[in-house]
């Protein structure tokens, strides 16, 4: 069983959601450790390409940026990808690209619809530990203003609280590490990420 944590411990694992507690307190002890790849999911919006740029500088890491990768290959804004050739077609590409990441000691920033590609995810999880940054959904409208022009995956007819609902589950499915981030600032999300509280078994 766990040992007694302190209370400054205790008021620090209350920012994570995560079932499995032992998993969780040997994780952190990993991540701080600096010995393998991060992979940042979320919804658009949630700050995963801001806090994995601090993270990887604070850490001392490489950074991939997956939707700079589709920009750079395809030579066109993802928004324009998807006005040409449709969100299905986006999806494909999104996990064709993901699939030719072979990197080590890096944070990975993924683009919010990477869920969808299970292939894509699972060579995620077996390269990196998965952290969701979750947002809720009255935050994430009051971050994004171009909605429109963001290159967002979204179908016909479907809104941003349908996309927000839809995805929930996968985000949580695939994750080893929740970060409840609505109210905090990029720069607090990698500072929990930097700690490591006490991991004792006995």
């Known amino acids: 069983m766990l040992a007694l944590l302190s209370s400054e ?11 499995n507690t032992k998993h969780l307190f040997c994780w952190t002890h990993t991540l701080a450790r600096n010995t393998m790849n991060y992979t940042l999911i979320g919804m658009p919006g949630s700050g995963k390409s801001t ?3 601090r ?12 939707d700079v990768l589709i920009e750079i290959s395809h030579q066109n804004s993802l928004q324009e990808i998807l006005d040409q050739h449709g969100y299905l ?8 690209e993901i699939l030719k990441i072979d ?4 944070v990975i920033s993924t683009g919010g619809s990477v869920i969808y590609g299970e292939q894509a995810m699972q060579h995620l999880k077996s390269m990196s530990q998965v952290i969701f940054l979750e947002v809720e959904f009255e935050e994430l409208q009051q971050r994004i203003d171009n909605f429109h022009s963001r290159g967002i995956t979204l179908a016909p007819e479907q809104t941003f609280r ?4 839809e995805r929930e589950p996968l985000y949580r499915h695939y994750a080893d590490l ?6 905090i600032s990029p720069e607090e999300v990698v500072a929990i990420l930097k700690r490591s509280p006490t991991c004792r078994h006995v």
């Not at 411990?9 to 079932?19: M, N, R, T, V």
């Not at 990197?103 to 890096?106: A, F, S």
């Not at 929740?178 to 109210?183: A, E, L, V």
């Open 9 to 19: 411990d205790q008021s620090f694992l209350s920012l994570f959601k995560e079932p």
């Open 51 to 53: 806090i994995g740029r």
């Open 55 to 66: 993270m990887a500088q604070e850490l001392e890491l490489g950074f991939v940026d997956t």
């Open 89 to 96: 077609h986006f999806r494909a590409l999104e996990e064709a």
């Open 103 to 106: 990197v080590d000691h890096h």
């Open 162 to 165: 349908d996309l927000f609902d």
């Open 178 to 183: 929740i970060i409840s981030s609505s109210h």
